[in-house]
Protein backbone atom coordinates (compact mmCIF):
# COMPACT_ATOMS: atom_id res chain seq x y z
CA UNK A 1 0.00 0.00 0.00
CA UNK A 2 1.27 3.45 -1.03
CA UNK A 3 2.68 5.48 1.82
CA UNK A 4 2.29 9.40 2.40
CA UNK A 5 6.19 9.87 1.15
CA UNK A 6 5.12 8.00 -1.95
CA UNK A 7 2.02 9.95 -2.90
CA UNK A 8 4.60 13.23 -2.31
CA UNK A 9 7.07 11.77 -4.44
CA UNK A 10 4.50 10.60 -7.71
CA UNK A 11 3.26 13.65 -7.51
CA UNK A 12 5.91 16.02 -7.48
CA UNK A 13 7.35 13.34 -10.44
CA UNK A 14 4.76 14.55 -12.61
CA UNK A 15 6.27 18.12 -13.25
CA UNK A 16 10.15 17.58 -12.27
CA UNK A 17 12.89 15.72 -13.95
CA UNK A 18 15.46 15.70 -11.29
CA UNK A 19 15.84 16.60 -7.36
CA UNK A 20 19.01 17.58 -5.41
CA UNK A 21 19.43 17.05 -1.65
CA UNK A 22 21.13 14.89 1.38
CA UNK A 23 19.01 11.84 3.09
CA UNK A 24 18.21 12.31 6.35
CA UNK A 25 15.53 10.80 8.83
CA UNK A 26 12.68 13.04 7.64
CA UNK A 27 13.28 12.55 4.13
CA UNK A 28 14.54 8.55 3.59
CA UNK A 29 10.80 7.89 3.15
CA UNK A 30 10.78 10.29 0.18
CA UNK A 31 13.56 9.47 -1.30
CA UNK A 32 13.01 5.99 -1.11
CA UNK A 33 9.72 6.50 -3.18
CA UNK A 34 11.57 8.80 -5.04
CA UNK A 35 14.12 6.59 -6.50
CA UNK A 36 11.41 3.01 -6.34
CA UNK A 37 8.84 4.34 -7.91
CA UNK A 38 9.60 7.58 -10.07
CA UNK A 39 11.88 8.26 -13.18
CA UNK A 40 13.21 11.23 -11.94
CA UNK A 41 16.89 11.61 -11.11
CA UNK A 42 18.62 12.23 -7.88
CA UNK A 43 21.57 13.68 -7.26
CA UNK A 44 23.51 13.78 -3.67
CA UNK A 45 25.08 16.91 -2.39
CA UNK A 46 27.17 16.98 0.70
CA UNK A 47 25.70 20.28 2.31
CA UNK A 48 21.79 20.30 2.68
CA UNK A 49 22.36 24.39 1.37
CA UNK A 50 24.23 22.54 -1.43
CA UNK A 51 20.91 20.37 -2.33
CA UNK A 52 18.64 23.99 -2.88
CA UNK A 53 21.92 25.84 -4.49
CA UNK A 54 22.50 23.07 -7.29
CA UNK A 55 18.39 22.58 -7.54
CA UNK A 56 17.99 26.91 -8.26
CA UNK A 57 21.05 26.87 -10.75
CA UNK A 58 19.16 23.75 -12.49
CA UNK A 59 16.46 26.09 -12.92
CA UNK A 60 19.06 28.67 -14.06
CA UNK A 61 20.28 26.89 -16.73
CA UNK A 62 17.02 25.72 -18.33
CA UNK A 63 16.39 22.80 -16.21
CA UNK A 64 12.12 23.45 -15.34
CA UNK A 65 11.16 23.80 -11.80
CA UNK A 66 13.75 23.24 -9.03
CA UNK A 67 13.44 20.37 -6.65
CA UNK A 68 15.54 19.99 -3.66
CA UNK A 69 15.25 17.59 -0.62
CA UNK A 70 16.25 17.84 3.26
CA UNK A 71 15.62 16.40 6.49
CA UNK A 72 14.04 18.45 9.39
CA UNK A 73 15.95 20.67 12.33
CA UNK A 74 19.52 21.00 11.60
CA UNK A 75 19.09 19.73 7.69
CA UNK A 76 16.89 22.19 7.03
CA UNK A 77 18.43 25.43 8.91
CA UNK A 78 21.48 24.30 6.72
CA UNK A 79 19.56 25.51 3.86
CA UNK A 80 18.62 29.10 5.07
CA UNK A 81 20.70 31.09 3.10
CA UNK A 82 20.26 28.98 -0.22
CA UNK A 83 16.73 29.14 0.11
CA UNK A 84 16.50 33.28 0.80
CA UNK A 85 18.72 33.28 -2.30
CA UNK A 86 16.17 31.50 -4.35
CA UNK A 87 13.17 33.85 -3.13
CA UNK A 88 15.28 36.83 -3.60
CA UNK A 89 16.35 35.59 -7.55
CA UNK A 90 12.69 34.57 -7.77
CA UNK A 91 13.35 31.22 -8.56
CA UNK A 92 10.24 28.20 -8.29
CA UNK A 93 11.61 25.72 -6.41
CA UNK A 94 9.71 22.94 -4.14
CA UNK A 95 11.79 22.10 -1.37
CA UNK A 96 10.47 18.41 0.32
CA UNK A 97 11.74 18.25 4.19
CA UNK A 98 10.89 16.68 7.30
CA UNK A 99 9.28 18.39 10.23
CA UNK A 100 8.42 17.71 13.73
CA UNK A 101 5.86 14.77 14.50
CA UNK A 102 2.15 16.22 14.85
CA UNK A 103 2.06 15.29 18.40
CA UNK A 104 4.90 18.56 18.96
CA UNK A 105 8.35 19.25 18.74
CA UNK A 106 10.97 17.34 20.00
CA UNK A 107 14.40 18.68 21.35
CA UNK A 108 15.98 18.98 18.39
CA UNK A 109 12.81 20.49 16.53
CA UNK A 110 12.89 24.23 15.52
CA UNK A 111 9.67 26.40 13.98
CA UNK A 112 10.41 25.55 10.46
CA UNK A 113 7.65 27.64 9.09
CA UNK A 114 8.91 30.62 11.04
CA UNK A 115 11.94 30.27 9.55
CA UNK A 116 10.85 29.88 5.94
CA UNK A 117 8.38 32.41 6.39
CA UNK A 118 11.65 34.72 7.54
CA UNK A 119 13.39 34.22 4.36
CA UNK A 120 10.07 34.71 1.98
CA UNK A 121 9.05 31.15 1.85
CA UNK A 122 5.49 29.48 2.43
CA UNK A 123 5.44 26.56 3.68
CA UNK A 124 3.02 23.75 2.86
CA UNK A 125 2.58 20.49 5.02
CA UNK A 126 1.50 17.15 4.04
CA UNK A 127 -1.27 15.15 5.38
CA UNK A 128 -2.51 11.55 5.22
CA UNK A 129 -4.84 12.62 3.15
CA UNK A 130 -4.42 15.53 1.45
CA UNK A 131 -0.59 14.32 0.34
CA UNK A 132 -0.99 14.31 -3.42
CA UNK A 133 -3.32 17.87 -3.06
CA UNK A 134 -1.21 19.66 -0.87
CA UNK A 135 2.12 18.94 -3.66
CA UNK A 136 0.29 20.46 -6.51
CA UNK A 137 -0.70 23.35 -4.43
CA UNK A 138 3.17 23.83 -3.34
CA UNK A 139 4.12 23.50 -7.17
CA UNK A 140 1.80 26.09 -7.81
CA UNK A 141 2.49 27.99 -6.09
CA UNK A 142 6.07 28.03 -6.85
CA UNK A 143 5.10 28.45 -10.26
CA UNK A 144 2.75 31.12 -9.87
CA UNK A 145 4.54 33.40 -7.57
CA UNK A 146 8.00 32.62 -9.28
CA UNK A 147 9.38 31.72 -5.45
CA UNK A 148 10.45 28.65 -3.58
CA UNK A 149 7.77 26.52 -1.58
CA UNK A 150 8.37 24.75 1.17
CA UNK A 151 6.85 21.27 1.30
CA UNK A 152 6.81 19.60 5.21
CA UNK A 153 6.00 16.38 5.69
CA UNK A 154 5.63 15.15 9.58
CA UNK A 155 7.94 12.65 10.90
CA UNK A 156 5.33 10.70 12.05
CA UNK A 157 3.39 11.15 8.65
CA UNK A 158 5.85 10.47 6.35
CA UNK A 159 5.55 6.23 6.68
CA UNK A 160 1.47 6.29 7.02
CA UNK A 161 -0.62 4.14 4.62
CA UNK A 162 -2.86 6.65 2.49
CA UNK A 163 -4.20 4.52 -0.31
CA UNK A 164 -3.12 4.76 -3.79
CA UNK A 165 -1.86 7.61 -5.50
CA UNK A 166 -4.77 9.82 -6.38
CA UNK A 167 -4.85 11.97 -9.88
CA UNK A 168 -4.36 15.14 -8.31
CA UNK A 169 -5.60 17.96 -10.75
CA UNK A 170 -2.49 20.16 -12.56
CA UNK A 171 -1.48 23.44 -11.27
CA UNK A 172 -3.23 26.39 -12.39
CA UNK A 173 -0.69 29.29 -13.57
CA UNK A 174 -1.82 32.83 -14.79
CA UNK A 175 -1.86 33.88 -18.41
CA UNK A 176 0.96 36.13 -19.45
CA UNK A 177 -0.06 39.53 -17.34
CA UNK A 178 -1.34 41.64 -20.37
CA UNK A 179 -1.73 45.97 -20.07
CA UNK A 180 -5.50 46.88 -19.14
CA UNK A 181 -7.06 49.77 -19.25
CA UNK A 182 -6.92 53.67 -20.91
CA UNK A 183 -3.90 54.56 -18.88
CA UNK A 184 -1.53 51.10 -19.58
CA UNK A 185 -2.90 51.56 -23.35
CA UNK A 186 -1.43 55.47 -23.77
CA UNK A 187 1.79 54.39 -22.22
CA UNK A 188 2.81 52.04 -25.27
CA UNK A 189 1.28 54.79 -27.32
CA UNK A 190 4.17 56.87 -25.91
CA UNK A 191 6.67 54.96 -25.63
CA UNK A 192 6.04 53.88 -29.64
CA UNK A 193 6.08 57.35 -30.34
CA UNK A 194 8.86 58.17 -28.34
CA UNK A 195 10.83 55.72 -30.26
CA UNK A 196 9.72 56.85 -33.21
CA UNK A 197 10.79 59.58 -33.03
CA UNK A 198 14.24 58.88 -31.69
CA UNK A 199 17.60 60.04 -32.78
CA UNK A 200 19.51 57.47 -30.36
CA UNK A 201 17.22 54.70 -28.94
CA UNK A 202 18.24 52.18 -26.76
CA UNK A 203 16.59 49.20 -25.50
CA UNK A 204 17.50 47.74 -22.21
CA UNK A 205 16.62 44.19 -20.93
CA UNK A 206 17.16 41.98 -18.31
CA UNK A 207 16.48 38.51 -17.00
CA UNK A 208 12.14 39.22 -16.90
CA UNK A 209 12.38 39.50 -20.31
CA UNK A 210 13.99 36.19 -20.71
CA UNK A 211 11.64 34.67 -18.39
CA UNK A 212 9.17 35.84 -20.87
CA UNK A 213 10.78 34.89 -23.78
CA UNK A 214 10.78 38.22 -25.41
CA UNK A 215 13.76 37.84 -27.13
CA UNK A 216 12.71 37.87 -30.78
CA UNK A 217 9.75 40.50 -30.55
CA UNK A 218 12.39 43.34 -28.74
CA UNK A 219 14.79 41.92 -31.99
CA UNK A 220 11.35 43.66 -34.21
CA UNK A 221 11.65 46.74 -31.94
CA UNK A 222 15.07 47.09 -32.67
CA UNK A 223 15.13 46.40 -36.05
CA UNK A 224 12.62 49.09 -36.86
CA UNK A 225 13.96 51.69 -34.92
CA UNK A 226 17.80 51.14 -35.11
CA UNK A 227 17.92 50.84 -31.17
CA UNK A 228 20.80 50.19 -29.91
CA UNK A 229 20.94 46.97 -27.50
CA UNK A 230 22.12 46.12 -23.86
CA UNK A 231 21.31 44.07 -21.18
CA UNK A 232 21.46 43.83 -17.43
CA UNK A 233 24.17 41.30 -16.05
CA UNK A 234 21.40 38.74 -15.86
CA UNK A 235 20.43 39.51 -19.43
CA UNK A 236 23.24 39.02 -21.61
CA UNK A 237 22.58 37.51 -24.64
CA UNK A 238 18.88 38.41 -24.87
CA UNK A 239 19.25 40.23 -28.00
CA UNK A 240 19.43 38.25 -31.49
CA UNK A 241 21.58 41.45 -33.27
CA UNK A 242 25.30 40.94 -30.85
CA UNK A 243 26.90 43.15 -33.32
CA UNK A 244 24.52 46.22 -32.50
CA UNK A 245 25.10 45.56 -28.63
CA UNK A 246 26.67 47.17 -26.22
CA UNK A 247 26.71 44.60 -23.45
CA UNK A 248 26.06 44.64 -19.86
CA UNK A 249 25.39 47.97 -18.44
CA UNK A 250 26.37 49.15 -14.63
CA UNK A 251 29.66 48.26 -13.11
CA UNK A 252 30.51 45.21 -15.89
CA UNK A 253 30.17 47.29 -18.76
CA UNK A 254 33.33 48.88 -20.63
CA UNK A 255 33.64 52.89 -20.49
CA UNK A 256 33.10 52.90 -23.88
CA UNK A 257 29.73 51.34 -24.43
CA UNK A 258 28.81 52.93 -20.77
CA UNK A 259 29.60 56.31 -22.65
CA UNK A 260 27.18 55.62 -26.06
CA UNK A 261 24.46 54.48 -23.27
CA UNK A 262 24.23 57.82 -21.54
CA UNK A 263 23.74 59.39 -25.03
CA UNK A 264 20.92 57.49 -25.79
CA UNK A 265 17.71 60.35 -25.85
CA UNK A 266 15.39 57.12 -25.29
CA UNK A 267 15.51 54.07 -23.64
CA UNK A 268 12.66 51.60 -22.94
CA UNK A 269 13.84 48.92 -20.13
CA UNK A 270 12.32 45.30 -20.31
CA UNK A 271 12.14 42.92 -17.65
CA UNK A 272 14.75 44.54 -15.17
CA UNK A 273 14.24 45.95 -12.01
CA UNK A 274 16.94 48.66 -12.83
CA UNK A 275 18.59 48.49 -9.29
CA UNK A 276 21.74 50.72 -7.96
CA UNK A 277 24.31 48.27 -10.22
CA UNK A 278 22.93 48.28 -13.43
CA UNK A 279 22.39 51.91 -13.22
CA UNK A 280 25.64 52.88 -11.80
CA UNK A 281 24.20 54.53 -8.88
CA UNK A 282 22.09 56.87 -10.91
CA UNK A 283 24.64 57.39 -13.53
CA UNK A 284 23.71 55.22 -16.39
CA UNK A 285 21.12 57.56 -18.42
CA UNK A 286 21.90 61.30 -18.76
CA UNK A 287 19.37 63.89 -17.34
CA UNK A 288 17.67 64.44 -20.55
CA UNK A 289 17.12 61.12 -21.53
CA UNK A 290 13.62 59.52 -21.52
CA UNK A 291 12.97 56.58 -19.71
CA UNK A 292 10.50 53.76 -20.25
CA UNK A 293 9.84 50.40 -18.27
CA UNK A 294 8.14 47.51 -18.87
CA UNK A 295 7.78 45.50 -15.71
CA UNK A 296 5.71 42.98 -13.50
CA UNK A 297 6.26 45.19 -10.04
CA UNK A 298 3.19 47.94 -9.53
CA UNK A 299 5.30 50.63 -10.42
CA UNK A 300 8.07 52.17 -11.82
CA UNK A 301 11.22 50.53 -9.68
CA UNK A 302 13.53 53.61 -10.08
CA UNK A 303 12.98 57.20 -10.10
CA UNK A 304 14.48 57.71 -13.63
CA UNK A 305 12.08 56.38 -15.08
CA UNK A 306 8.83 58.48 -17.32
CA UNK A 307 6.53 56.00 -18.02
CA UNK A 308 5.50 52.59 -17.17
CA UNK A 309 3.39 49.46 -18.52
CA UNK A 310 2.92 46.67 -15.86
CA UNK A 311 2.64 44.18 -18.20
CA UNK A 312 4.17 40.70 -19.65
CA UNK A 313 7.76 41.42 -21.61
CA UNK A 314 6.60 40.15 -24.85
CA UNK A 315 2.71 40.88 -24.63
CA UNK A 316 4.00 44.86 -24.40
CA UNK A 317 7.06 44.59 -26.85
CA UNK A 318 4.24 43.87 -29.56
CA UNK A 319 2.07 45.70 -28.79
CA UNK A 320 4.87 48.01 -28.98
CA UNK A 321 6.15 47.18 -32.29
CA UNK A 322 2.37 46.85 -33.73
CA UNK A 323 1.99 50.97 -32.47
CA UNK A 324 5.41 51.64 -34.33
CA UNK A 325 4.13 49.37 -37.98
CA UNK A 326 0.82 51.90 -37.33
CA UNK A 327 3.18 55.74 -37.21
CA UNK A 328 4.58 53.99 -40.19
CA UNK A 329 8.35 54.48 -37.79
CA UNK A 330 11.73 54.48 -39.30
CA UNK A 331 14.74 52.89 -38.33
CA UNK A 332 17.30 55.55 -36.70
CA UNK A 333 19.83 55.15 -38.30
CA UNK A 334 22.34 55.14 -34.89
CA UNK A 335 23.31 51.28 -34.59
CA UNK A 336 24.77 51.81 -38.06
CA UNK A 337 27.33 54.36 -36.75
CA UNK A 338 27.88 53.06 -33.69
CA UNK A 339 31.46 50.21 -33.07
CA UNK A 340 29.42 48.01 -30.67
CA UNK A 341 32.49 45.57 -30.50
CA UNK A 342 34.88 48.30 -30.21
CA UNK A 343 32.90 49.69 -27.56
CA UNK A 344 32.39 46.48 -25.74
CA UNK A 345 36.22 45.95 -25.29
CA UNK A 346 37.71 46.04 -21.40
CA UNK A 347 41.33 46.77 -19.96
CA UNK A 348 43.34 43.91 -21.30
CA UNK A 349 45.85 43.85 -18.27
CA UNK A 350 49.84 42.92 -17.76
CA UNK A 351 50.83 39.79 -17.63
CA UNK A 352 51.69 40.35 -13.90
CA UNK A 353 50.62 43.07 -11.71
CA UNK A 354 53.27 45.75 -9.57
CA UNK A 355 53.60 42.90 -7.02
CA UNK A 356 54.36 40.39 -9.21
CA UNK A 357 51.30 38.39 -8.87
CA UNK A 358 49.24 37.41 -11.97
CA UNK A 359 46.88 40.27 -13.06
CA UNK A 360 43.16 39.13 -13.27
CA UNK A 361 42.34 41.04 -16.05
CA UNK A 362 44.71 39.43 -18.51
CA UNK A 363 43.93 35.95 -17.09
CA UNK A 364 40.28 36.68 -17.50
CA UNK A 365 41.05 37.84 -21.42
CA UNK A 366 43.33 34.62 -22.05
CA UNK A 367 40.98 32.13 -20.30
CA UNK A 368 38.38 33.62 -22.73
CA UNK A 369 40.36 32.74 -26.03
CA UNK A 370 40.59 29.54 -24.46
CA UNK A 371 37.09 28.41 -23.09
CA UNK A 372 34.65 26.31 -25.52
CA UNK A 373 31.73 28.25 -26.93
CA UNK A 374 29.50 25.91 -25.40
CA UNK A 375 29.79 26.56 -22.11
CA UNK A 376 27.61 27.82 -19.05
CA UNK A 377 29.32 29.85 -16.77
CA UNK A 378 28.29 29.85 -12.70
CA UNK A 379 29.72 32.44 -10.33
CA UNK A 380 29.78 32.69 -7.15
CA UNK A 381 29.74 35.68 -4.91
CA UNK A 382 32.63 37.75 -4.38
CA UNK A 383 35.28 40.68 -5.61
CA UNK A 384 35.94 38.21 -8.61
CA UNK A 385 32.76 38.61 -10.01
CA UNK A 386 33.51 41.08 -12.45
CA UNK A 387 36.41 38.96 -14.50
CA UNK A 388 34.27 36.65 -15.58
CA UNK A 389 31.23 39.31 -15.85
CA UNK A 390 33.68 41.69 -18.31
CA UNK A 391 35.77 39.32 -20.50
CA UNK A 392 33.60 35.82 -20.92
CA UNK A 393 30.54 36.54 -23.14
CA UNK A 394 27.36 33.69 -23.12
CA UNK A 395 25.55 32.84 -25.87
CA UNK A 396 21.93 33.44 -24.01
CA UNK A 397 20.61 34.85 -20.12
CA UNK A 398 20.10 30.61 -19.44
CA UNK A 399 24.24 30.36 -19.37
CA UNK A 400 25.72 32.89 -16.87
CA UNK A 401 24.50 32.78 -13.63
CA UNK A 402 25.13 34.59 -10.40
CA UNK A 403 24.16 31.84 -7.70
CA UNK A 404 24.55 34.03 -4.35
CA UNK A 405 24.24 37.40 -5.65
CA UNK A 406 20.76 38.42 -5.11
CA UNK A 407 21.13 37.80 -1.46
CA UNK A 408 24.78 38.57 -1.34
CA UNK A 409 26.13 35.66 -0.07
CA UNK A 410 29.31 33.41 -0.77
CA UNK A 411 29.85 30.23 -0.22
CA UNK A 412 27.83 28.71 -2.38
CA UNK A 413 29.56 28.41 -5.86
CA UNK A 414 30.96 24.66 -6.17
CA UNK A 415 27.68 23.70 -5.37
CA UNK A 416 26.24 25.25 -8.61
CA UNK A 417 28.04 22.92 -10.74
CA UNK A 418 26.06 19.67 -10.29
CA UNK A 419 22.98 21.61 -10.86
CA UNK A 420 24.15 23.25 -14.61
CA UNK A 421 25.88 20.16 -15.22
CA UNK A 422 22.54 18.13 -15.00
CA UNK A 423 20.66 20.70 -17.00
CA UNK A 424 23.49 21.12 -19.64
CA UNK A 425 24.94 17.72 -19.81
CA UNK A 426 26.85 18.30 -22.82
CA UNK A 427 28.21 21.77 -21.99
CA UNK A 428 31.33 22.83 -20.64
CA UNK A 429 30.44 24.12 -17.00
CA UNK A 430 32.93 27.14 -15.97
CA UNK A 431 33.09 27.87 -12.49
CA UNK A 432 34.22 31.21 -11.34
CA UNK A 433 35.04 31.54 -7.32
CA UNK A 434 36.68 33.37 -5.30
CA UNK A 435 38.86 31.54 -2.40
CA UNK A 436 36.91 32.63 0.42
CA UNK A 437 33.94 31.02 -1.04
CA UNK A 438 35.64 28.58 -2.55
CA UNK A 439 36.92 27.33 1.48
CA UNK A 440 33.37 27.97 2.85
CA UNK A 441 31.67 25.74 0.61
CA UNK A 442 34.43 23.39 0.05
CA UNK A 443 32.27 20.08 0.73
CA UNK A 444 30.64 20.68 -2.22
CA UNK A 445 33.88 20.51 -4.47
CA UNK A 446 33.45 16.69 -4.27
CA UNK A 447 29.73 16.87 -6.02
CA UNK A 448 30.89 19.50 -9.01
CA UNK A 449 34.11 16.99 -9.41
CA UNK A 450 31.91 13.70 -9.41
CA UNK A 451 29.15 15.25 -11.36
CA UNK A 452 30.65 17.36 -14.16
CA UNK A 453 33.45 15.48 -14.43
CA UNK A 454 35.24 15.95 -17.46
CA UNK A 455 32.84 18.59 -18.77
CA UNK A 456 33.58 20.60 -15.16
CA UNK A 457 36.22 23.81 -14.80
CA UNK A 458 36.58 25.75 -11.32
CA UNK A 459 38.54 28.76 -12.14
CA UNK A 460 39.75 29.72 -8.25
CA UNK A 461 40.48 33.49 -7.99
CA UNK A 462 42.77 33.33 -5.37
CA UNK A 463 43.91 36.36 -3.81
CA UNK A 464 44.65 35.09 0.01
CA UNK A 465 42.17 37.18 1.09
CA UNK A 466 38.11 38.36 1.17
CA UNK A 467 38.95 40.76 -1.80
CA UNK A 468 35.53 43.05 -1.30
CA UNK A 469 36.20 43.43 2.19
CA UNK A 470 39.52 45.10 1.37
CA UNK A 471 38.41 47.55 -1.06
CA UNK A 472 35.60 48.56 0.71
CA UNK A 473 37.05 48.71 4.36
CA UNK A 474 40.80 48.45 3.78
CA UNK A 475 40.77 51.68 1.94
CA UNK A 476 38.92 53.15 5.19
CA UNK A 477 42.14 52.32 7.84
CA UNK A 478 39.91 49.44 9.13
CA UNK A 479 42.02 46.41 10.15
CA UNK A 480 42.96 44.28 7.47
CA UNK A 481 44.03 41.11 9.70
CA UNK A 482 40.26 39.68 9.76
CA UNK A 483 40.35 40.46 5.75
CA UNK A 484 43.14 38.07 5.09
CA UNK A 485 43.03 33.83 4.34
CA UNK A 486 46.53 32.43 4.27
CA UNK A 487 46.80 31.34 0.83
CA UNK A 488 45.52 28.35 0.04
CA UNK A 489 46.63 25.75 -2.07
CA UNK A 490 43.37 24.75 -3.92
CA UNK A 491 44.92 22.74 -6.73
CA UNK A 492 46.25 20.22 -4.32
CA UNK A 493 42.84 20.00 -2.78
CA UNK A 494 41.20 19.21 -5.76
CA UNK A 495 43.34 16.21 -6.21
CA UNK A 496 42.62 14.98 -3.40
CA UNK A 497 39.10 15.20 -4.43
CA UNK A 498 39.99 13.29 -7.67
CA UNK A 499 40.44 16.54 -10.45
CA UNK A 500 43.48 17.99 -11.60
CA UNK A 501 44.41 20.56 -10.26
CA UNK A 502 46.80 23.61 -11.74
CA UNK A 503 48.47 26.31 -10.33
CA UNK A 504 48.30 29.73 -12.21
CA UNK A 505 51.04 32.11 -11.64
CA UNK A 506 52.05 33.36 -15.22
CA UNK A 507 49.66 33.63 -18.35
CA UNK A 508 51.99 30.52 -19.74
CA UNK A 509 50.77 28.10 -17.16
CA UNK A 510 47.21 28.61 -18.99
CA UNK A 511 48.85 26.26 -21.34
CA UNK A 512 47.03 23.13 -19.46
CA UNK A 513 43.60 24.86 -20.09
CA UNK A 514 44.33 25.41 -24.12
CA UNK A 515 45.39 21.23 -23.59
CA UNK A 516 42.47 20.20 -21.67
CA UNK A 517 39.70 22.32 -23.93
CA UNK A 518 41.02 20.30 -26.72
CA UNK A 519 40.55 17.06 -25.10
CA UNK A 520 37.19 15.12 -25.51
CA UNK A 521 35.02 15.34 -22.31
CA UNK A 522 35.47 11.73 -21.86
CA UNK A 523 38.58 11.49 -21.68
CA UNK A 524 39.92 14.43 -19.41
CA UNK A 525 38.90 15.31 -15.65
CA UNK A 526 37.67 18.10 -13.72
CA UNK A 527 39.82 20.50 -13.87
CA UNK A 528 40.61 23.35 -11.18
CA UNK A 529 42.94 26.51 -12.37
CA UNK A 530 43.93 28.15 -8.57
CA UNK A 531 44.84 31.66 -9.99
CA UNK A 532 47.40 33.43 -7.56
CA UNK A 533 46.06 36.98 -8.77
CA UNK A 534 47.21 40.29 -7.12
CA UNK A 535 44.51 41.99 -4.94
CA UNK A 536 45.97 45.58 -6.15
CA UNK A 537 43.73 45.05 -9.14
CA UNK A 538 40.48 45.93 -8.32
CA UNK A 539 37.33 45.77 -10.24
CA UNK A 540 35.81 48.83 -12.21
CA UNK A 541 32.31 48.20 -10.53
CA UNK A 542 34.12 47.90 -7.14
CA UNK A 543 35.31 51.69 -7.71
CA UNK A 544 31.82 51.98 -8.09
CA UNK A 545 30.79 50.28 -4.40
CA UNK A 546 33.37 52.94 -3.39
CA UNK A 547 32.61 56.04 -4.97
CA UNK A 548 28.87 55.48 -4.13
CA UNK A 549 29.85 54.96 -0.25
CA UNK A 550 32.51 57.49 0.23
Do not use: C
Not at 56 to 73: F, N, Q, S, V
Not at 215 to 223: E, P, Y
Not at 327 to 347: F, K, N, T
Amino acid sequence: MPIVSAHVAATLARHIDHVFGVMGNGNAYFLDALERSTGVGYTALRHEAGGVVAADAYHRAGGGLAAATATYGAGFTNTLTALAEAVQAHVPLVLVVGDEPTSGPRPWDVDQIALASAVGARTYTVGRADAAATTVIAIEHALTYRVPTVLAIPYDVAALEAGPVPEAPEPRLPQPVAPRGPFAERAIRDAAAALAGAQRPLLLAGRGAWIAGAGAALGAIADATGAVTASTALGRGIFPRPEFDLGVTGGFGAEAAMALVAEADVAVVFGASLNQFTMRFGALLSPGTRVFQVDLAPAATHPHVGGYVRGDATVVARAIADELAALGASPSGWRERVDAASARRHEPGDALAPDGRLDPRSAAARIAELLPDDRVVVSDGGHFIGWANMYWPVASPDRMMMVGTAFQSIGLGFASVPGAARARPESTIVLTIGDGGGLMGLADLESAVRVAGGHGLAVVWNDAAYGAEVNLYGVKGLAREPMLIPEVDFAGVARGFGAEGVVVRSLEDLARLAEWVGTPAAERPFLLLDLRISGSVIAPYQHEIIRANS
